[in-house]
């Protein structure tokens, strides 16, 4: 919620200027890179590139290593991210590797959350939805036996169903926001001096966003719990197809049990701004830990060349997983009153979470977000409202496995490079 770089950041490093004159050059005294330099206050920050928030102002440079007193061979070990020049190959082939393992962490981190993660996040709506179920699938381990069960019975696209949809709901979403910002005064991201009206705004834009996507969001979730067995070979933009249609009244016929639109911005609403809301503290808070103890150790010279640059990256990527799982964990009895809502009345059949095969119709007649509730809990139980959560369990562990293996490799190709 808050811009990533301060006032006159400009990149690789922080060029003297005004700032030289208010104390820094006092508090930190420069440290000589060669006899022709004046780069008499140079940050150890990070290539420029998603995901890297790592900005320390004034910090010595760099925050570990011998400074190399003449020859140009030792320029990385004393500059490890060269502006450019007479360097050398060494340090440009670090810089270059930093950026792309940046890059690839970035990426891997992307690949985690939207596709590998993808079954989980099929296995989970689907208990979610399946009110009939006796079977709440609370633990892993019983995710993992169903997870194999629908796999042998339909194959591996049982699993990841409904994965186009979801990047389509994204997009809509993105774009939605992106529009309306344009066309209205309310903030896409809110300053660092911020005042209640601006948040007032900026989760106003938020709601808009989320009532733009709210018919799509309904057809991709329909896509996502569609059994296989019964389910038509549909197009990738079957779910945009369905979501207009969902808007005007048109396309597949539904039953009379089918909420509105209108009965659903609420709920949906309400969901989606907790979730934005939750993440965003989390992730505030959990990156200021963070930064703070990696600036503690730098202050100390006790970092690593290589732990320098693991915490130029990873520390963002952390707190995004841990704000998507506090949000996730914190709002899964309201995300199934949401999905159940949302699925009631579009004839829709899902797979039996109980058996691993056969399938089972959808008949809820639930009159609103309140009715809902009070049914869940006199007929399921305060557990119905966590059906499937095992799937969560696996979604983040998995999650959790690949940021360590990425962490050990990226470890691994920056100690062979510097």
């Given at each position: 919620m808050h811009p990533r770089r301060p006032d006159g950041f400009d990149g690789l490093g922080y060029r003297s200027g005004a700032r030289d004159e208010q104390g820094f050059g006092g508090a930190f005294p420069a440290r000589s890179f060669s006899s022709a330099s004046d780069l008499s206050h140079w940050v150890t920050t990070?290539?420029?590139?998603?995901?890297?928030?790592?900005?320390?102002?004034?910090?010595?440079?760099?925050?570990?290593?011998?400074?190399?007193?003449?020859?140009?061979?030792?320029?990385?070990?004393?500059?490890?991210?060269?502006?450019?020049?007479?360097?050398?190959?060494?340090?440009?082939?670090?810089?270059?590797?930093?950026?792309?393992?940046?890059?690839?962490?970035?990426?891997?981190?992307?690949?985690?959350?939207?596709?590998?993660?993808?079954?989980?996040?099929?296995?989970?709506?689907?208990?979610?939805?399946?009110?009939?179920?006796?079977?709440?699938?609370?633990?892993?381990?019983?995710?993992?036996?169903?997870?194999?069960?629908?796999?042998?019975?339909?194959?591996?696209?049982?699993?990841?169903?409904?994965?186009?949809?979801?990047?389509?709901?994204?997009?809509?979403?993105?774009?939605a926001e992106g529009i309306i910002s344009e066309f209205t005064p309310l903030p896409r991201e809110i300053s660092h001096k911020w005042n209640p009206k601006q948040i007032g705004e900026h989760l106003l834009l938020k709601s808009l966003t989320y009532i733009v996507a709210m018919p799509f969001y309904s057809a991709s979730l329909i896509e996502t719990v569609q059994s296989e067995i019964i389910r038509d070979n549909t197009g990738i933009l079957e779910c945009i197809k369905?979501?207009?249609?969902?808007?005007?009244?048109?396309?597949?016929?539904?039953?009379?049990?089918?909420?509105?639109?209108?009965?659903?911005?609420?709920?949906?609403?309400?969901?989606?701004?907790?979730?934005?809301?939750?993440?965003?503290?989390?992730?505030?808070?959990?990156?200021?830990?963070?930064?703070?103890?990696?600036?503690?150790?730098?202050?100390?010279?006790?970092?690593?060349?290589?732990?320098?640059?693991?915490?130029?990256?990873?520390?963002?990527?952390?707190?995004?997983?841990?704000?998507?799982?506090?949000?996730?964990?914190?709002?899964?009895?309201?995300?199934?009153?949401?999905?159940r809502l949302h699925i009631q009345g579009t004839r829709t059949i899902i797979d039996n979470t109980d058996l691993g095969y056969e399938v089972l119709p959808i008949n809820t007649q639930y009159e609103g977000m309140r009715d809902c509730i009070n049914t869940i809990r006199q007929e399921e139980g305060m557990l119905g409202f966590y059906k499937g959560f095992g799937a969560v369990v696996i979604q983040y562990t998995l999650h959790a496995a690949v940021l360590q293996i990425t962490k050990i490799i990226y470890s691994t190709l920056l100690q062979n490079s510097v």
């Open positions: 990070p290539p420029d590139i998603p995901g890297s928030r790592n900005l320390h102002w004034g910090e010595k440079s760099p925050p570990y290593g011998v400074p190399a007193p003449s020859t140009p061979l030792e320029g990385p070990a004393e500059e490890p991210f060269p502006r450019g020049g007479g360097g050398g190959v060494p340090g440009q082939s670090s810089e270059q590797l930093n950026r792309f393992a940046g890059f690839g962490i970035g990426l891997a981190s992307l690949f985690t959350e939207n596709v590998l993660a993808h079954p989980c996040i099929v296995l989970r709506r689907q208990c979610q939805v399946n009110y009939h179920a006796r079977h709440y699938h609370l633990t892993p381990f019983t995710v993992i036996n169903i997870m194999y069960s629908f796999n042998k019975t339909q194959g591996p696209r049982a699993l990841w169903k409904g994965m186009g949809s979801t990047f389509i709901v994204q997009g809509v979403t993105l774009g369905e979501g207009i249609g969902r808007v005007i009244g048109l396309g597949v016929p539904h039953s009379k049990r089918l909420l509105p639109l209108l009965s659903l911005i609420f709920p949906t609403v309400l969901h989606g701004v907790l979730h934005y809301i939750i993440s965003s503290v989390i992730q505030k808070i959990v990156l200021l830990i963070l930064k703070r103890k990696t600036y503690n150790s730098h202050l100390a010279e006790s970092t690593s060349p290589v732990q320098s640059m693991l915490d130029a990256y990873f520390p963002e990527l952390i707190a995004n997983f841990a704000a998507s799982l506090c949000s996730d964990v914190i709002l899964y009895p309201l995300e199934t009153v949401l999905h």
